[in-house]
């Protein structure tokens, strides 16, 4: 090197503004001061240029100086380079013994005088601009003499020493390192890289291709196209891919590389490493699926308000208030029984406690008991609603509206099946309602059909009685069984003619509230309701013996995708429309052009998609096999 030749000064700081400063004062020293922002950018620069003397800042976030130093002179290329750590914390003996053990040179402390670096900095240049030109007549006499070998073996043991220490590093940090020598083609492997690979050193990676064979087939482009970019442009290249071990397990890695070019600008090769990152992957899909959940149950959950809201009638508007205030706290309590267990189950006890909170000023009239009951979500919705309908009732109406009156609940297990039974005695005299009003249907719609269960109400003289039974196995989730599995409304008679002129729409919703709703709105707009329907087989069997012009189905059916009710529809020539609280983006490809409602749906645009569809697909159907859906 000539004395009169640039070197190269390396600042790192994670602070712009004090490598700024530095710069400004080691301006008059007329070398060539490279600055870096983080430890990553620091050892990249180091394997690019040749650097006489390195400022270190002691606290950075990634790896502080003390561990920057370390790796540094872990290399070997880099054994000799001048480390100087700037501090601004005080530094006792322990800090500057475990500053000199990783080799640095000297420690200066903030505030910096400009003086005090400069000198101190140029002492180290002129000191490497001399160990450059003695190492280069070194060279020259080593050829001469046999010395030169005893040097050579000994380079050799430090350089395996160094490598050691780097694969401990990186099999510590599930790391491996990896060499292509792009004169010969010939790969290199570290133990790291194999383990990542699935591969054992015995099974050597001979050429790049033999590597490129092990990345997932999705992946191999871009890898390939990022690493030939690397080498023919000679600079760093950061990527993603998956590996197929030979066990077929796949693992997710992110891959950096570096081009080395020799004197004449030419690449002789690349040295990598390769982290392995599969849990940070699955850890970023399962958030990412806990999002869409959340997502997806806030949506059924104001779906389900929307339903209430809508199809809760009063004669009065105080009445309606608290009808619709009720039946919320009702779902606000059974949200609460479920989070505290993690959405595992909600105790029946519990949640008829909690349902009897405000009529506690008489707990002689109020009697409960049963064995522990956990309740799934679905089932305990409907429970909730079902108690809390029937507690109103009782409070305005039945045992609770008098002074003298009683309800007692009793809740038993059999074989196959939870048997609960409500008892009102002592109050007014009772007799079955003229009509059906909102909270009956619903009772009814949400053990019958949503649980397949079963449910008889006595308008008894002496008050009340109502027994509800439901499968055991649908209390922890939704049932699949097709007999119970019937639609949640009422039908035209099996012998009443359909009127050609009305069109007809099939829904296919899980959720009772949902599904009566929908039910309401489209009846509203002059459209006749095949349903709702609650599961897939029967809701083929719709398909199969009705008359349709159009459908919308919930894209989740008691946890089944409802994709092969959608095919079946696409066969007909039946337009559909999907309705989900899911992000549309998780819409099978198939169907990308099928239209989405979001719960909780707005009437206006159920309405508009409903025309659009019958505008859209007004194709022939086939010929009813019966009258009505069973």
């Given at each position: 090197?000539?004395?009169?030749?640039?070197?190269?000064?390396?600042?790192?700081?994670?602070?712009?503004?004090?490598?700024?400063?530095?710069e400004?004062?080691?301006?008059?020293?007329?070398?060539?001061?490279?600055?870096?922002?983080?430890?990553?950018?620091?050892?990249?620069?180091?394997l690019?240029?040749?650097?006489?003397?390195?400022?270190?800042?002691?606290?950075?976030?990634?790896?502080?100086?003390?561990?920057?130093?370390?790796?540094?002179?872990?290399?070997?290329?880099?054994?000799?380079?001048?480390?100087?750590?700037?501090?601004?914390?005080?530094?006792?003996?322990?800090?500057?013994?475990?500053?000199?053990?990783v080799?640095?040179?000297?420690?200066?402390?903030?505030p910096?005088?400009?003086?005090?670096?400069?000198?101190?900095v140029?002492?180290?240049?002129?000191?490497?601009?001399?160990?450059?030109?003695?190492?280069?007549?070194?060279?020259?006499?080593?050829?001469?003499?046999?010395?030169?070998?005893?040097?050579?073996?000994?380079?050799?043991?430090?350089?395996?020493?160094?490598?050691?220490?780097?694969?401990?590093?990186?099999?510590?940090?599930?790391?491996?390192?990896?060499?292509?020598?792009?004169?010969?083609?010939?790969?290199?492997?570290?133990?790291?890289?194999?383990?990542?690979?699935?591969?054992?050193?015995?099974?050597?990676?001979?050429?790049f291709?033999?590597?490129?064979?092990?990345?997932?087939?999705?992946?191999?482009?871009?890898?390939?196209?990022?690493?030939?970019?690397?080498?023919?442009?000679?600079?760093?290249?950061?990527?993603?891919?998956?590996?197929?071990r030979?066990?077929?397990?796949?693992?997710?890695?992110?891959?950096?590389?570096v081009?080395?070019?020799?004197?004449?600008?030419?690449?002789?090769?690349?040295?990598g490493?390769?982290?392995?990152?599969?849990?940070?992957?699955?850890?970023?899909?399962?958030?990412?699926?806990?999002?869409?959940?959340?997502?997806?149950?806030?949506?059924?959950?104001?779906?389900?308000?929307?339903?209430?809201?809508?199809?809760?009638?009063?004669?009065?508007?105080?009445?309606?208030?608290?009808?619709?205030?009720?039946?919320?706290?009702?779902?606000?309590?059974?949200?609460?029984?479920?989070?505290?267990?993690?959405?595992?189950?909600?105790?029946?006890?519990?949640?008829?406690?909690?349902?009897?909170?405000?009529?506690?000023?008489?707990?002689?009239?109020?009697?409960?008991?049963?064995?522990?009951?956990?309740?799934?979500?679905?089932?305990?919705q409907?429970?909730?609603?079902?108690?809390?309908?029937?507690?109103t009732?009782?409070?305005?109406?039945?045992?609770?509206?008098?002074?003298?009156?009683?309800?007692?609940?009793?809740?038993?297990?059999?074989?196959?099946?939870?048997?609960?039974?409500?008892?009102?005695?002592?109050?007014?005299?009772?007799?079955?309602p003229?009509?059906?009003?909102?909270?009956?249907?619903?009772?009814?719609?949400?053990?019958?059909?949503?649980l397949g269960?079963?449910?008889?109400?006595?308008?008894?003289?002496?008050?009340?009685?109502?027994?509800?039974?439901?499968?055991?196995?649908?209390?922890?989730?939704?049932?699949?069984?097709?007999?119970?599995?019937?639609?949640?409304?009422?039908?035209?008679?099996?012998?009443?003619?359909?009127?050609?002129?009305i069109?007809?729409?099939?829904?296919?919703e899980?959720?009772?509230?949902?599904?009566?709703?929908?039910?309401?709105?489209?009846?509203?707009?002059?459209?006749?309701?095949?349903?709702?329907?609650?599961?897939?087989?029967?809701?083929?069997?719709?398909?199969?013996?009705?008359?349709?012009?159009?459908?919308?189905?919930?894209?989740?059916?008691?946890?089944?995708?409802?994709?092969p009710?959608?095919?079946?529809?696409?066969?007909?020539?039946?337009?559909?429309?999907?309705?989900?609280?899911?992000?549309?983006?998780?819409?099978?490809?198939?169907?990308?052009?099928?239209?989405?409602?979001?719960?909780?749906?707005?009437?206006?645009?159920?309405?508009r998609?409903?025309?659009?569809?019958?505008?859209?697909?007004?194709?022939?159907?086939?010929?009813?096999?019966?009258?009505?859906?069973?």
């Open positions: 090197m000539s004395s009169r030749e640039k070197v190269n000064i390396l600042l790192v700081d994670d602070q712009p503004a004090k490598l700024l400063s530095y400004v004062i080691l301006g008059g020293l007329n070398e060539n001061l490279i600055k870096a922002n983080s430890a990553r950018e620091a050892l990249e620069c180091l690019r240029n040749e650097i006489a003397v390195v400022l270190i800042d002691v606290v950075m976030p990634e790896l502080d100086g003390f561990e920057l130093a370390r790796m540094i002179h872990d290399h070997p290329r880099f054994q000799r380079t001048a480390i100087i750590f700037i501090s601004a914390v005080q530094v006792n003996d322990v800090d500057h013994m475990r500053g000199y053990e080799g640095a040179v000297d420690y200066v402390p903030v910096v005088i400009p003086a005090v670096l400069r000198a101190k140029g002492i180290f240049v002129d000191l490497y601009r001399k160990t450059t030109e003695l190492q280069r007549l070194n060279q020259e006499l080593e050829r001469r003499v046999e010395e030169r070998t005893s040097e050579l073996q000994a380079f050799s043991r430090r350089l395996q020493d160094s490598e050691r220490r780097r694969s401990l590093a990186l099999a510590a940090s599930r790391m491996g390192s990896w060499d292509w020598d792009l004169l010969s083609g010939k790969c290199t492997w570290d133990e790291g890289q194999y383990r990542i690979f699935g591969v054992v050193p015995s099974e050597p990676v001979e050429t291709d033999s590597f490129l064979q092990r990345i997932h087939g999705e992946d191999l482009g871009a890898l390939h196209h990022s690493l030939e970019q690397a080498r023919s442009a000679g600079y760093s290249s950061l990527s993603e891919f998956r590996v197929i030979p066990d077929g397990d796949t693992r997710w890695c992110m891959g950096a590389a081009t080395t070019i020799d004197a004449n600008g030419q690449p002789i090769h690349i040295s490493v390769t982290a392995d990152i599969t849990e940070r992957k699955e850890a970023e899909q399962r958030q990412a699926l806990l999002a869409r959940e959340v997502d997806h149950r806030s949506r059924n959950a104001l779906a389900v308000v929307q339903s209430i809201l809508r199809l809760s009638r009063a004669e009065r508007p105080e009445e309606l208030v608290d009808a619709v205030t009720g039946r919320i706290q009702a779902l606000a309590t059974v949200h609460t029984l479920l989070s505290e267990s993690r959405w595992e189950g909600a105790d029946l006890g519990r949640l008829i406690d909690e349902e009897f909170t405000p009529y506690r000023s008489a707990p002689d009239r109020l009697a409960a008991a049963g064995p522990s009951v956990s309740l799934g979500s679905a089932s305990a409907a429970m909730a609603l079902a108690i809390h309908e029937l507690a009732n009782a409070a305005k109406y039945g045992a609770l509206s008098g002074p003298a009156g009683q309800v007692k609940i009793v809740w038993s297990f059999d074989e196959e099946q939870l048997r609960l039974e409500w008892t009102e005695s002592g109050g007014p005299r009772t007799q079955a003229r009509r059906r009003g909102f909270g009956l249907t619903m009772i009814e719609a949400n053990i019958e059909s949503s269960g079963t449910m008889q109400i006595d308008w008894l003289p002496e008050g009340l009685r109502c027994v509800v039974a439901i499968p055991r196995r649908n209390l922890t989730q939704q049932p699949r069984r097709d007999s119970r599995a019937a639609p949640v409304a009422s039908r035209r008679a099996s012998n009443a003619p359909a009127d050609a002129n069109k007809r729409v099939l829904v296919v899980d959720e009772v509230l949902v599904a009566l709703i929908l039910k309401d709105l489209l009846q509203g707009l002059g459209y006749e309701v095949v349903g709702p329907v609650n599961r897939n087989r029967p809701a083929m069997a719709a398909i199969e013996s009705e008359r349709l012009d159009a459908a919308v189905l919930d894209l989740n059916i008691a946890g089944e995708p409802v994709y009710v959608a095919e079946m529809l696409r066969a007909r020539g039946v337009p559909f429309a999907f309705l989900t609280g899911y992000d549309p983006r998780s819409l099978d490809s198939g169907f990308s052009k099928v239209p989405v409602l979001q719960k909780p749906v707005e009437p206006e645009q159920l309405r998609t409903i025309q659009s569809l019958l505008a859209d697909g007004a194709t022939e159907q086939p010929a009813p096999l019966r009258a009505s859906v069973g």
